[in-house]
């Protein structure tokens, strides 16, 4: 454990309001920093171990400026906290009384910021023993594409660390973890990011990390002190405007991973997505020596890497890549959507452009073309038994175009008139104009549409549903539109509209997700055991035609 004089004195940007509190405390062992006024509270703290709480900049559930108030100060007060860092407020003074010591940052930094400053100094800078550090930013695809990373590196022999929205795993050389463990967030907040990096340096010996980098971790300083040796961005459409307010807000926080975060060493690299509108952003913010290569279905430049001739049907997608040396290959995936070439596309060039001294193109495709889907992302539960279930996680609408898009594309490919059904909500306390267009994309493109519930949390469920049906015109009319709120039943309603045809249902928003989250209280909904034990009745009542 590290003392407290060694974490302040590594960390700039700090003053001391009370110093005649440093000598009692200095020599404190520190056994966590937080930014979470329930865990400084809660932590037990005695006999010269504690506590370091940094006030949040942000206040992530009111998406607005991390402020002190007087009940916020009666509680750090009555505890025994080693140290304080606060922002700059109005009621700093009312802390001038504190038994600890008080630390106001000065106003060239955050409290973000210097909570990142002090986990990395705890943990002795544990980025530096990591030979790649490989960050994938975007809307959708981040899952995917660290999943197939994880894969391919694997499968080549090498020690991986998978950071991301599942949670966290390792696969070192003498030993790895196949379950996840939880992390919190999809990129996770300092404290709990640089003790993930360390685990993964000091128990398993990892030299690859690849991880999700959020919007909101990358606006809040969590990756803060990473130096990615490669970026990678998938895509960018709406999403999570409840919090950047404004597309342009988030794109600048996601462009921050190529401004910021790329490390300025020799030869990074930066992968990224020319077929979307804002890639020659990311491509203008790179570092001047970072190494820019693209992807896409149309060649854009020399750094090109290229899908055409893209297939689909029910066994998964096709497609022919060629390099930017022109070099062509056949790649034959077992997942489904041409969201996924996309994925395998950016696979494959941070592949053979950081990895060319071990990795070939044939062995890349080969381990791509035995990867099975991400968890709860267009995953089969149910295949052509007469019909077929998919649970996929999209949660945006342009995620939602594209899972019916792809669904589209296997139905006609299979050439059997199945129908098309799609079941969908929307998450309560996100951008509620979206909602309305989540209807729109799934009245316009699904042959039958089922309205439900997904995680309501604070709103009335009703008052969701009614958002997402003011973009479409029709009224429910049990044909082709239909309004279930209990996403149990609605499942059930699905599979019993499809149960003698070659149907495909589509659900959507949940994804790997085990709860389901209402104003007071939490579910246990794990929709692949709900979709199982509904066809078992149905095999049971035999009213199914195979």
């Known amino acids: 454990m590290m003392k407290l004089k060694q974490l302040i004195d590594a960390t700039h940007d700090l003053t ?23 865990l400084a509270v809660q932590t037990n703290k005695s006999n010269g171990y504690g506590v370091i709480f940094v006030m949040p900049t942000i206040d992530i559930s009111k998406r607005a400026k991390m402020v002190l108030d007087h009940s916020t100060i009666n509680i750090l ?28 940052v000065f106003k060239t930094t955050t409290t973000d910021r210097v909570f990142a400053q002090l986990c990395i100094h705890y943990y002795n800078y544990p980025r530096r023993s990591i030979r790649e550090m490989i960050g994938v930013t975007g809307t959708n695809g981040k899952t995917t594409v660290t999943h197939m990373m994880e894969k391919v590196l694997s499968d080549a022999k090498l ?13 070192g050389y003498e030993c790895k973890t196949n379950d996840y463990i939880n992390a919190g967030y999809t990129t996770p907040n300092s404290w709990i990011l640089q003790t993930i990096l360390n685990e993964m340096k000091n128990k398993y010996h990892i030299e690859n990390v690849v991880m999700e980098v959020s919007s909101h971790g990358l606006t809040v300083d969590r990756v803060y002190g990473c130096d990615f040796s490669v970026a990678i961005f ?31 060493s020799l030869s990074p690299k930066a992968i990224i997505n020319h077929d979307d509108p804002s890639y020659e952003q990311f491509i ?50 077992n997942i489904h959507g041409e969201f996924n070439v996309y994925n395998s596309l950016a696979c494959i060039a941070t592949c053979l452009t950081t990895y060319s001294h071990i990795l070939t193109l044939d062995e890349t495709i080969k381990s791509l073309e035995s990867f099975q889907c991400v968890k709860g992302r267009f995953e089969f539960i149910i295949r052509h038994r007469p019909f077929s279930v998919v649970v996929d996680f999209a949660h945006t609408p342009d995620a939602l175009k594209q899972v019916i898009n792809s669904g589209r594309q296997i139905l006609l490919e299979s050439a059997e008139n199945g129908r098309l059904i799609v079941v969908f909500g929307s998450t309560g306390g996100e951008y509620r104009p979206s909602r309305s267009l989540f209807g729109r994309i799934a009245h316009e493109n699904a042959d039958i549409v089922i309205i439900t519930s997904e995680n309501p949390r604070q709103e009335n469920p009703q008052t969701i549903i009614d958002d997402i049906l003011s973009g479409i015109q029709q009224k429910p009319d049990n044909n082709c539109l239909y309004v279930e709120a209990d996403r149990k039943k609605a499942i059930h309603l699905a599979m019993d509209l499809a149960r003698n045809k070659n149907d495909l249902i589509i659900i959507t928003g949940k994804g790997h997700e085990t709860i389901q989250t209402f104003a007071n209280y939490t579910i246990q909904f794990n929709e692949k055991e709900i979709i199982e034990d509904k066809y078992e009745k149905m095999m049971q009542e035999n009213v199914l035609s195979m």
């Open 77 to 104: 007060l009555s505890n025994s906290l080693s140290a304080i860092v606060v922002n700059d407020c109005e009621l700093l003074h009312l802390l001038e009384s504190a038994a600890f010591p008080v630390f106001h």
């Open 284 to 333: 203008n913010v790179c570092p001047s020596n970072a190494q820019v290569y693209t992807y896409g279905l149309s060649k854009k430049n020399l750094n090109s890497f290229v899908a055409s001739d893209i297939q689909h049907s029910l066994n998964g997608t096709s497609y022919t890549i060629t390099l930017p040396s022109g070099e062509t290959r056949r790649v034959h995936l």
């Open 16 to 38: 001391c309001i009370n110093p005649h509190t440093l000598e009692t405390y200095y020599e404190h062992s520190i056994t966590l920093i937080t930014q979470s006024l329930r």
């Open 159 to 171: 020690t991986v660390g998978l950071i991301g929205t599942l949670g966290y795993k390792c696969h």
């Open 234 to 264: 998938t895509n960018l459409t709406q999403d999570h405007l409840g919090f950047h307010k404004t597309m342009d807000n988030y794109l600048k926080a996601k462009l921050l991973l190529f401004s910021e975060y790329l490390s300025k």
